[in-house]
T-cell receptor
């Protein structure tokens, strides 16, 4: 079954404690992306990756890092989380240009 | 720059009534447009997409949308609402070049279906 898997689904943590949200896809997609969803703002892109070792900033990259060492994995790293990063995060992957993206089930982060 | 505006953050309809969710876009290039649905505690699921073929696009679960270039609109409709349609709906436009996978989302519309 084609899927995008995120872990953890829920996390409550404290300011400054580094955390990583993993994302894995089994569709051999080249393009992967991270979004955050906030009420009234829809989803906004944080970072994206066009292929292995190729990443770039989206619209709201501050406070986040990503890496793409393997095609299937695209982890999101918060080196020093802050309360304004409390949000619902989605990973997505895409095959060819302008094909629909496949989304994970989301990770709800609460930073206290 | 591209943008998407969804008119109405909440829409309430009775079961069996017409569903109309409005989406207007702004794009300097021919757009690729999408509607996604999000059920509680789930990710986004594609309802339908417009990629410059037919202007009337049929999607899953009885939904359809019509691309109107003159009105820069891509409204989502369903003739008869079902209780299971209650969810949040997002309209999105693809950036189309460069960061070709980037989706620009509207603010979302929560659909409530009353019995």
């Amino acid at each position: 079954e084609a899927q995008v898997t995120q872990n953890p689904r829920y996390l409550i943590t404290v300011t400054g404690k580094k955390l990583t949200v993993t994302c894995s896809q089994n569709m051999n997609h080249e393009y992967m992306s991270w979004y955050r969803q906030d009420p009234g703002l829809g989803l906004r892109q944080i970072y994206y990756s066009m292929n292995v070792e190729v990443t770039d900033k989206g619209d709201v990259p501050e406070g986040y890092k990503v890496s793409r060492k393997e095609k299937r994995n695209f982890p999101l790293i918060l080196e020093s989380p802050s309360p304004n990063q409390t949000s619902l995060y989605f990973c997505a992957s895409q095959g060819q240009n302008n094909q629909p993206q496949h989304f994970g089930d989301g990770t709800r982060l609460s930073i206290l | 720059a591209q943008s998407v505006t969804q008119l109405g953050s909440h829409v309430s309809v009775s079961e069996g009534a017409l569903v109309l969710l409005r989406c207007n876009y702004s794009s300097s290039v021919p757009p690729y447009l999408f509607w996604y649905v999000q059920y509680p505690n789930q990710g986004l699921q594609l309802l339908l997409k417009y990629t410059s073929a037919a202007t009337l696009v049929k999607g899953i679960n009885g939904f359809e949308a019509e691309f109107k270039k003159s009105e820069t609109s891509f409204h989502l409709t369903k003739p008869s609402a079902h209780m299971s349609d209650a969810a949040e709906y997002f309209c999105a436009v693809s950036s189309g070049s460069g960061n070709t996978g980037k989706l620009i989302f509207g603010q979302g519309t929560t659909l409530q279906v009353k019995p």
